[in-house]
């Protein structure tokens, strides 16, 4: 056998090992995204409670996506937009405030505000009622901000914010979906896409090619042993 046979019957094996591979590291892929799901959906279908009973203050994670009620007092002079937002393809931000209460303090993700809306700069198209609301919503989770400019940033970030905000927020923030607008803005958030990806189909394809390689080789090698009987 010519060494440069070998080499070449040594990569097409290598080739399909590593393509198998990619096949079941996307389905444990999908495997992972139905299970979040899952926890998402039953968290999600449980009665809405108060915030502060409901938040794990030592694990926030453990009470995410959680639906839960804030009675409490914004302060639109404490306010943050989350910039590259999009909402059915429109490019926007998201309006964070801080909500005071007898509970203590909370960062509420009040909603999206579509790009035309947000640089037209009228913020009393998206200014928060007045006196005390009663705002329902999920639980998030903070995330680490990497950066930022003036009051526009790229997550929510708690530790940032109460820097910021000179106040102490508890360890988890709220998106709402009713009582943090006082207009049509900021819309309120849509249900989040629960799909399972397109973990499934990734792996087929990896699959396929696999056999193809697994197949199509040893027809390809077949092919060129018959050409090179005739040209002897």
Do not use: K
């Amino acid at each position: 056998m010519r060494p440069a046979w070998l080499l070449t019957h040594l990569l097409v094996v290598a080739a399909f090992v590593v393509m198998v591979n990619l096949g079941f590291w996307q389905l444990r892929r999908l495997d992972a995204r139905q299970a979040h799901n899952a926890i998402v959906e039953e968290r999600m279908s449980q009665p809405v409670g108060p915030f502060h009973e409901v938040v794990d203050l030592v694990n926030p994670e453990e009470s995410a996506n959680r639906p839960v009620e804030v009675p409490g007092v914004f302060d639109p002079g404490r306010e943050v937009y989350v910039m590259n937002r999009t909402r059915d393809g429109l490019p926007g931000v998201h309006v964070v405030t801080l909500m005071e209460g007898g509970f203590g303090a909370v960062a509420v993700d009040r909603g999206f505000l579509p790009r035309p809306v947000y640089m037209g700069g009228e913020e009393h198209y998206w200014a928060p009622g007045g006196g005390e609301v009663v705002v329902t919503g999920w639980i998030r989770l903070s995330r680490t901000s990497r950066f930022g400019n003036g009051d526009e940033v790229d997550v929510v970030d708690i530790a940032d914010l109460s820097g910021r905000w000179g106040v102490a927020l508890l360890p988890a923030y709220v998106q709402a979906t009713a009582g943090a607008a006082a207009g049509d803005y900021p819309l309120r958030p849509q249900v989040p896409d629960l799909t399972s990806g397109p973990h499934l189909g990734y792996a087929v394809q990896w699959f396929v090619f696999a056999v193809i390689a697994l197949v199509g080789y040893p027809l390809v090698l077949v092919r060129i042993t018959r050409d090179d009987q005739l040209v002897a």
